[in-house]
């Protein structure tokens, strides 16, 4: 009978941080139980022990001739080459569509094309312009950050309230001014959550975009290890892929809060 | 959708064994002789590879389905290492010319098939093929030059095995990980300079500005043998030994078919592969297509309860991608000899047409 209020109570008791610390603790408990009992064979599931020891070795050795440190170095450069091109002429494109229609009318069919597009599909294509050196693979990237950016942008500025934009002209303000002190930090929430997407897609691209000159990154070890159903390997290199996007978001979070401290106050 | 097919056809497998077995209890008899006698498997999952060889012949003219017994559905595969995972995932019966490095890799990893047949020893089928311009005379010429190769594949084993032969390493030699297809690509616009591979994309590069530059005969000799070779899941070949055996005699006809009217055997492939004739004939010139009599000896796979050297084969193989990190560890030469199952393939050599 009494067990019940006290569950309640414990309920309450625990804050949002101790229920994601719960959460992780339910699922690495099950892990464990699954696969150090040897219920689960290690090539369908390493277990935390085998995945370690895969993390040690390739610390230690690296990976078919390079060191962990220098793929994940090449995917973050990657990552980041392609991300913030991408970003930047998104959000641009997406400022300019968003105030001006004819604008808008010109560049949407093109962004809306490519947006849900398989980067899979023009794999080849990307070789055959552009060779198997870094530029397909980060132009890859940079296709895929650049619609996202360019629609959070976009729809930023349509946002803006024209009540706020009427006042700013009203007191005198260029066309100009009222962009770049109106509109632009109105849309500035917009365009940092639309950053973030970009991030996120961007990661989740790298294992095509490493696909096409491969033997160097980690989504390129991914894939390679996958081959030969080395799960340990491929769980290191999730881990180590999941990890590091999880870091640039919260660093984008941390910017955003700095420069948008405005955001949600209106 | 092959999810569901899967999923109804393991459990028609179950309840056909579960009939069986209880049957046999009830006789008072050992369940296996009876297991036999189920021979006949509603529907074969086969994972293979859409290329020019025998295999199409008997694929085509549906012999494959005639011998075994049961209809064979049909899943092209992109890699042995699909055929590996799905053979894992147990949503395969067998996998048809599968390459010696992912079976040698799937052995090691304990997956549960076993090595029933053999397709073709590969000799010059996969070879190097370097640029004229890049000006490779010797293999120290290879030095600063960059080598495209699809990682996993036999030719990949192969590539690195020359490597290893003429003391050169991946740091002397950037070795690239490209897909046949993405190979040609490359090489169109001269990004690299050489491509250890297979036909369609070997012919095309020789026919652009490349020539052979033959590895194959020393690399065999050292022990770096290719060859593409048939597994069996065991489950299924428990359950249906009579439709692996009429499988394999499927394929001995096709090879006799080659062998006796290869013109004939050139068209057919040539249809079921999009290629003209001409290909087809040529590019199955290349492969050395061992006899099922043949694969019995010594010299590949051995008879029942006597191994060939083929297994030594696989075991080094296996050794090799342990040094490259590409598998944990590899069993002794004996587990790859009892994963060598050739009762099959000598029911069918006794069988003929």
Redo the contacts between chains.
């Keep these: 009978m009494s067990a019940i209020p006290a569950l309640g109570s414990l309920w309450r008791a625990l804050g949002e941080r101790r229920v994601t610390a719960v959460s992780v603790l339910v699922v690495m408990l099950a892990w464990v139980g699954a696969t150090e009992g040897g219920l689960v064979d290690d090539?369908?599931l390493p277990s935390p022990s085998s995945l370690w020891d895969g993390f040690l070795d390739l610390v230690e050795?690296g990976?078919?001739?390079r060191t962990i440190w220098e793929h994940a170095g090449l995917s973050l450069e990657r990552v980041l080459s392609g991300f913030v091109t991408g970003a930047l002429v998104g959000t641009f494109l997406g400022l300019a569509m968003g105030y001006n229609r004819k604008v808008e009318a010109f560049f949407s069919p093109l962004i809306e094309f490519l947006r849900p597009l398989p980067q899979l599909a023009y794999?080849?294509l990307l070789?055959?312009w552009f060779?198997?050196?870094e530029t397909p693979q980060i132009i890859l990237l940079f296709l895929t950050a650049l619609p996202v950016s360019a629609i959070a942008a976009m729809d930023g500025v349509k946002g803006v309230s024209v009540l706020r934009m009427q006042a700013a002209r009203s007191m005198g303000a260029s066309e100009w001014q009222v962009f770049r002190y109106v509109v632009f930090p109105s849309a500035l929430h917009e365009i940092f959550t639309g950053a973030r997407l970009a991030v996120g897609v961007v990661y989740a691209t790298l294992i095509a975009a490493e696909?096409?000159?491969?033997?160097t990154g980690l989504g390129?070890m991914i894939l390679?290890a996958?081959?030969?159903?080395?799960s340990?390997y491929v769980f290191v290199g999730i881990l180590a892929i999941g990890i590091m996007g999880l870091l640039l978001d919260r660093l984008l979070l941390a910017i955003e809060h700095r420069v948008v401290h405005w955001a949600g106050r209106d | 959708m092959s999810q569901d097919q899967f999923g109804v056809l393991d459990r028609r497998i179950f309840l056909k064994t579960a009939l069986v077995s209880g049957a046999a209890l009830t006789a008072g008899l050992p369940a296996r002789s009876l297991l036999a006698a189920g021979k006949a498997p509603d529907t074969i999952r086969v994972g293979f590879f859409l290329e020019t060889k025998p295999t199409m012949i008997a694929k085509g003219e549906g012999w494959f389905d005639k011998f075994a017994g049961g209809k064979c559905a049909w899943s092209e595969a992109g890699s042995g290492a699909e055929i590996n995972t799905a053979m894992a995932a147990k949503s395969l019966d067998i996998g048809l010319a599968i390459g010696s490095s992912p079976t040698a890799a799937g052995i090691s990893q304990k997956l549960p098939y076993q090595l029933v047949g053999m397709v073709d020893n590969i000799g010059p089928a996969e070879d190097m093929i370097v640029r004229k311009a890049a000006n490779i005379k010797k293999p120290a010429d290879f030095k600063g030059k960059k080598v495209a190769t699809p990682f996993g594949s036999t030719s990949h084993f192969r590539l690195l095995g020359f490597l290893k032969v003429n003391n050169l390493t991946e740091k002397d030699v950037t070795v690239l990980d490209l897909r046949p297809d993405a190979e040609v690509a490359a090489w169109t616009r001269g990004d690299i300079d050489a491509a250890y591979v297979w036909s369609p994309a070997k012919a095309k590069m020789l026919a652009a500005g490349g020539e052979s530059f033959p590895t194959y005969k020393e690399l065999d000799a050292k022990g770096y043998v290719i060859a593409d070779l048939i597994v069996a899941a065991t489950a299924f070949s428990t359950a249906y030994p009579d439709a692996v055996t009429g499988f394999l005699r499927a394929y001995g006809n096709a090879l006799e078919m080659w062998k006796t009217k290869p013109a004939d055997a050139a068209a057919i492939v040539a249809k079921q592969a999009g290629v003209t004739p001409d290909v087809a004939r040529h590019d199955m010139e290349e492969y050395d297509f061992v006899t099922l009599d043949h694969q019995l000896s010594g010299d590949w796979l051995g008879s029942p309860g006597k191994a060939g050297k083929f297994a030594e084969v696989l075991k080094r193989t296996a050794d090799f991608l342990v040094v490259q990190k590409s598998i944990k560890a590899a069993p002794d030469l004996g587990s790859f000899q009892k994963a060598i199952n050739t009762t099959f393939l000598a029911q069918a050599a006794k069988a003929k047409t």
């Design positions: 090539l369908f050795n990976y078919k001739s794999l080849v070789i055959v060779g198997i050196d696909i096409i000159a491969g033997s390129w390679d996958g081959r030969f159903l080395r340990d």
